[in-house]
Structure formats: structure tokens, C-alpha cells
């Protein structure tokens, strides 16, 4: 191997290894990169190697981060961060589960199937998994327990439905991936609609299964209500006002009214307008929801920071390069190669979290996914639906990142409100069947490209 090889492998095995020092990902990242840009220099000056590192490309990414902070689209990032927070103030979910519990009481599985919809609902007005999965169990795990349901039954329902936010529009990581591979985040957010659904209807079809085959897992609840007008009327308050929200946001963009940063403002906009209408909004809810967003939004751009002197040095010792060659040299055909990255991606999605996927990885391998011989129908509308078709796969396999351990963020968010008899074990054992099925989902786009293409392209259509 050639000196700028082994530091190419070099990097990526030190960042690994860093990962379980405790230190800050950001810092561990930029660190690598400024320590290996001195060992290609000294290497160059002792060695008379050619690397081709010095001091000066460090200066270079001092252009590139003023780039990524002048960048407009992710304006849209704080202010989707802000919408999550005002509406987990905000009282909505709340409202929607106790009609949602009414409505499917008389149903196997009824209160499971409740947090799944509320899950869907919240992922398509939050983003955020952190606040929907601690909402989710805040509000429904004591409900679930006291019924009778299996504890990992219960666990993994809310911790599944939790990571919904991640992938259904209007969602942060689209809007990374969109800003890294130069896509349409309009695209991507439509794109990401029929698999998200697709999600969600998976769910809430292995949990009608699981209580037909195992109905003392999921008893109903002792007291039925009939199913009346008055209470599909009540159903109709609590979703209508979260449904315009969404309609509001997520219209704006699919009609070509505003642009994702202008829509972003729309929905923080009335995400405070919901919480005012269910009397929830004060100055101090706006303020927690700014320090809560300053939070989110200061860890996303550090890592950002750090992924740029990182990526910046890997590119001038050839990363690219020798990842494209690997892979092309890989024994397998196009769909072969797509698979391999894929796993690659699902087992980085154990140690790593999405963030310094999206920015680190998902760049490196997308030009070798659009050179490789696949021809995917973008119906004469879409730019580049190669890409977007593996992006959104690569979007679907991430979410599960945060259902494996050891690094599933959404488990550690649920155990932190866990009552003390449900283990981290049961979390794990609870979440399986639910990883399984965001796999069947995965298999589906990869078998079926049409399910993120088919929307974007009708919408645009002339």
C-alpha cells in the first residue's frame, strides 16, 4: 500500500477507535483530521513521501465551513428543530392520544396501534426522535402496563414509532443529505412520504398479527366505549389543528408556494399558534423551546465543523479515489454493490450515529452509486433519480440505527422514563421484530423504486 492508503485507512480506524474515548464526536472528528494532516506533512518532509498534506489544506476548510454556514437551506434545520419543541409543548399529542384510545379500544392491539398513528403524526410535525420517543412513553407506557400489555411489546411499539420523525417529512436528516449531494430537498421530502407510510403500515399490521396469535400480550382495556358520533367528532378536533400544521408546512412545499427555509419559518410560525390554541404557549415555553433548539443546533453544526476538516483531508490523500476503486472492484454487479454499502451503512449504524454517517460516508459512496450501470425511472422529471432512490434507502437504514445497540439513541431516550421493573434487555428483546420490519420496508424500495419516485415526479410533472 502507498503511504497515502495506509492513512486513508489509518483515518478511519482512528476516528472508530476514538468514538469510545468519551470525547465529543465533533472533536474527535476534526481532531483526526488536523492530526493526520501533520503526519502526511512530516511524512512528506522526513520520508519524502507525497501525500501532498501541509498546513495549508487545514486553511482550506475555513472556506468551506463559511460555505456551510451561508448555505440557506439549512436555515430550515433550527427552525424544524424549534417546531419539534413548540409542539412537544405544545398539549397536541396529548389530545390525540386519549381520543386516538377511544377510538381503537374495542380493537386487539387498540393502545399499540394508537402510539403508532400518534408516532406518524408526530414524525410528519416534529423531526425530532428524542422528544417524540420520551413524549410516546411519557404519555402511553404507564396506559400499556396497567392494561396488561407485554413490556417488550410496549417498549419496542414506542421506541419503533419514535424513530418515524427521522424519515417522514418534514425531516433534519433530508435536509443534510439533500445539502451534501446537491438534491432537492423537495424531492427527498416526497420521495421519503410512501416509505415513511409504508413504515408506519407495517407496524400497525404486525401488531393486529402479534394479537391475534398472542392476545394475553395486548388484553383490551376493562372498559369499552361505544364507538359514536361524538367521539369521532372529538377525534376530529384533536387531529384537525396538527393536520393543518402539517398541511401548512409540508403544502407549502410540495406546491411550490415557499421554499423548505421559508416553509420552515411557516411551521415554527404555527407550531406557537397550536400551542397558543390549546393554551399552552407563555414565554417561558418559548424560551425552553430556543434553549432546547440552540442545543440540537450548536451539537448539529459542531459536527459539522469537525466533518469538514475531516472529509477535507481525507479527499486530498485520494479517499475518494480508494473507496470508488474498492467497491467497483468489489465481485458483485450494481444491485450487488448497492447491497454491500447498504450493510456497510446498517452495521456503521451500531457504533455510529447518523450525523457523522450523512456527512462522512453517504458523500463518499454516492458518485459510485451514480456511475454504476442502474437505470431508475424518474419519469422525465426528477434530476438524478438514481440518487434519490439510494439516498432514500440509505434514509430508511439509518432509521434503524436508532433501534441497535449499542449506540440506538431512541432505546437510552426510552429507558431514561422507564418505570424500574423494564430493563435495558427488554428494550433490546422488544425492539427486534420492529428492526426486522424496517428491513422488509428497505427490501421493498430496493425491489420497487417507484415508491419514492412516483410522488415527486407526479407533483412536478408539467
Same mark, same amino acid.
Request: aromatic fraction near 12%.
Given at each position: 500500500?502507498? %503511504?497515502?492508503?495506509?492513512?486513508?485507512?489509518?483515518? %478511519?480506524?482512528?476516528?472508530?477507535?476514538?468514538? @469510545?474515548?468519551?470525547?465529543?464526536? &465533533?472533536?474527535?472528528?476534526?481532531?483526526?483530521?488536523?492530526?493526520? &494532516?501533520?503526519?502526511?506533512?512530516?511524512?512528506?518532509?522526513?520520508?519524502?513521501?507525497?501525500?501532498?498534506?501541509?498546513?495549508?489544506?487545514?486553511?482550506?476548510?475555513? !472556506?468551506?465551513?463559511?460555505?456551510? $454556514?451561508?448555505?440557506?437551506?439549512?436555515?430550515?434545520?433550527? $427552525?424544524?428543530?424549534?417546531?419539534?419543541?413548540?409542539?412537544?409543548?405544545?398539549?397536541?399529542?396529548?389530545?390525540?392520544? +386519549?381520543?386516538? +384510545?377511544?377510538?381503537?379500544?374495542?380493537?386487539?392491539?387498540?393502545?399499540?396501534?394508537?402510539?403508532?398513528?400518534?408516532?406518524?403524526?408526530? /414524525?410528519?410535525?416534529?423531526?425530532?426522535?428524542?422528544?417524540?420517543?420520551?413524549?410516546?412513553?411519557?404519555?402511553?407506557?404507564?396506559? $400499556?402496563?396497567? +392494561?396488561?400489555?407485554?413490556?417488550? #411489546?410496549?417498549?419496542?411499539?414506542?421506541?419503533?414509532?419514535?424513530?418515524?420523525?427521522?424519515?417522514?417529512?418534514?425531516?433534519?436528516?433530508?435536509?443534510?443529505?439533500?445539502?451534501?449531494?446537491?438534491?432537492? *430537498?423537495?424531492?427527498?421530502?416526497?420521495?421519503?412520504?410512501?416509505?415513511?407510510?409504508?413504515?408506519?403500515?407495517?407496524?400497525?399490521?404486525?401488531?393486529?398479527?402479534?394479537?391475534?396469535?398472542?392476545?394475553?400480550?395486548?388484553?383490551?382495556?376493562?372498559?369499552?366505549?361505544? *364507538?359514536?358520533?361524538?367521539?369521532?367528532?372529538?377525534?376530529?378536533?384533536?387531529?384537525?389543528?396538527?393536520?393543518? $400544521?402539517? *398541511?401548512? *408546512?409540508?403544502?407549502?412545499?410540495?406546491?411550490?408556494?415557499?421554499?423548505?427555509?421559508?416553509?420552515?419559518?411557516?411551521? &415554527?410560525?404555527?407550531?406557537?399558534?397550536?400551542?397558543?390554541?390549546?393554551?399552552?404557549?407563555?414565554?417561558?415555553?418559548?424560551?425552553?423551546?430556543?434553549?432546547?433548539?440552540?442545543?440540537?443546533?450548536?451539537?448539529?453544526?459542531?459536527?459539522?465543523?469537525?466533518?469538514?476538516?475531516?472529509?477535507?483531508?481525507?479527499?486530498?490523500?485520494?479517499?475518494?479515489? @480508494?473507496?470508488?476503486?474498492?467497491?467497483?472492484?468489489?465481485?458483485?454487479?450494481?444491485?450487488?454493490?448497492?447491497?454491500?454499502?447498504?450493510?456497510?451503512?446498517?452495521?456503521?449504524? @451500531?457504533?455510529?450515529?447518523?450525523?457523522?454517517?450523512?456527512?462522512?460516508?453517504?458523500?463518499?459512496? /454516492?458518485?459510485?452509486?451514480?456511475?454504476?450501470?442502474?437505470?431508475? !425511472?424518474?419519469?422525465?422529471?426528477?434530476? !438524478?433519480?438514481?440518487?434519490?432512490?439510494?439516498?432514500?434507502?440509505?434514509?430508511? =437504514?439509518? +432509521?434503524?440505527?436508532?433501534? =441497535?445497540?449499542?449506540?440506538?439513541?431512541?432505546?437510552?431516550?426510552?429507558?431514561?422514563?422507564?418505570?424500574?421493573?423494564?430493563?435495558?434487555?427488554?428494550?433490546?428483546?422488544?425492539?427486534?421484530?420492529?428492526? #426486522?420490519?424496517?428491513?422488509?420496508?428497505?427490501?421493498?424500495?430496493?425491489?420497487?423504486?417507484?415508491?419514492? !419516485?412516483?410522488?415527486?415526479?407526479?407533483?412536478?410533472?408539467?
Amino acid at each position: 500500500m502507498e %503511504m497515502n492508503e495506509v492513512l486513508i485507512v489509518g483515518m %478511519m480506524l482512528s476516528f472508530l477507535v476514538l468514538l @469510545f474515548s468519551g470525547f465529543p464526536i &465533533a472533536w474527535v472528528l476534526g481532531g483526526v483530521g488536523v492530526i493526520f &494532516a501533520a503526519i502526511g506533512y512530516y511524512s512528506d518532509f522526513y520520508m519524502e513521501t507525497m501525500t501532498g498534506l501541509d498546513f495549508m489544506t487545514l486553511g482550506l476548510s475555513v !472556506n468551506r465551513i463559511y460555505k456551510i $454556514m451561508d448555505n440557506w437551506i439549512l436555515v430550515a434545520l433550527p $427552525m424544524f428543530i424549534f417546531m419539534g419543541n413548540m409542539l412537544d409543548k405544545s398539549g397536541a399529542a396529548e389530545k390525540l392520544m +386519549q381520543s386516538f +384510545q377511544e377510538l381503537f379500544g374495542r380493537v386487539r392491539g387498540g393502545l399499540a396501534i394508537t402510539v403508532i398513528l400518534i408516532g406518524v403524526i408526530l /414524525a410528519a410535525s416534529t423531526g425530532i426522535i428524542g422528544a417524540s420517543v420520551v413524549l410516546l412513553a411519557v404519555m402511553s407506557l404507564p396506559a $400499556m402496563l396497567k +392494561q396488561g400489555y407485554d413490556k417488550k #411489546v410496549a417498549v419496542g411499539v414506542i421506541a419503533s414509532s419514535g424513530t418515524l420523525g427521522i424519515l417522514i417529512p418534514p425531516s433534519i436528516m433530508l435536509v443534510i443529505m439533500a445539502d451534501q449531494l446537491a438534491l432537492s *430537498v423537495g424531492d427527498l421530502f416526497m420521495g421519503a412520504v410512501f416509505p415513511g407510510l409504508i413504515l408506519g403500515a407495517l407496524y400497525v399490521i404486525y401488531i393486529v398479527g402479534f394479537g391475534v396469535l398472542k392476545p394475553k400480550a395486548m388484553p383490551l382495556a376493562d372498559e369499552l366505549k361505544p *364507538v359514536t358520533l361524538e367521539l369521532w367528532i372529538r377525534v376530529l378536533k384533536a387531529v384537525l389543528p396538527t393536520l393543518l $400544521m402539517i *398541511v401548512a *408546512v409540508l403544502g407549502s412545499i410540495f406546491t411550490g408556494i415557499a421554499t423548505p427555509t421559508e416553509a420552515s419559518a411557516v411551521g &415554527a410560525a404555527s407550531a406557537m399558534l397550536l400551542a397558543w390554541y390549546n393554551g399552552k404557549f407563555s414565554i417561558r415555553v418559548v424560551k425552553e423551546c430556543l434553549h432546547n433548539t440552540f442545543n440540537v443546533s450548536g451539537y448539529i453544526f459542531a459536527i459539522f465543523i469537525g466533518a469538514t476538516v475531516f472529509a477535507l483531508v481525507l479527499r486530498e490523500l485520494g479517499g475518494d479515489e @480508494f473507496i470508488e476503486s474498492f467497491l467497483v472492484s468489489l465481485p458483485f454487479g450494481p444491485y450487488g454493490i448497492i447491497l454491500f454499502v447498504l450493510a456497510v451503512i446498517f452495521l456503521l449504524g @451500531f457504533i455510529l450515529d447518523w450525523i457523522e454517517i450523512t456527512l462522512i460516508i453517504l458523500p463518499l459512496v /454516492a458518485p459510485v452509486i451514480s456511475a454504476l450501470d442502474i437505470t431508475i !425511472n424518474g419519469y422525465g422529471v426528477i434530476d !438524478n433519480p438514481e440518487l434519490v432512490w439510494f439516498v432514500m434507502m440509505v434514509a430508511v =437504514t439509518l +432509521q434503524t440505527s436508532f433501534l =441497535t445497540p449499542p449506540v440506538g439513541f431512541a432505546l437510552f431516550y426510552l429507558k431514561g422514563v422507564c418505570p424500574p421493573e423494564i430493563k435495558l434487555t427488554d428494550i433490546y428483546k422488544g425492539v427486534m421484530p420492529f428492526i #426486522v420490519l424496517q428491513l422488509i420496508g428497505l427490501t421493498l424500495i430496493l425491489a420497487y423504486p417507484s415508491i419514492v !419516485n412516483w410522488l415527486p415526479a407526479t407533483v412536478y410533472s408539467p
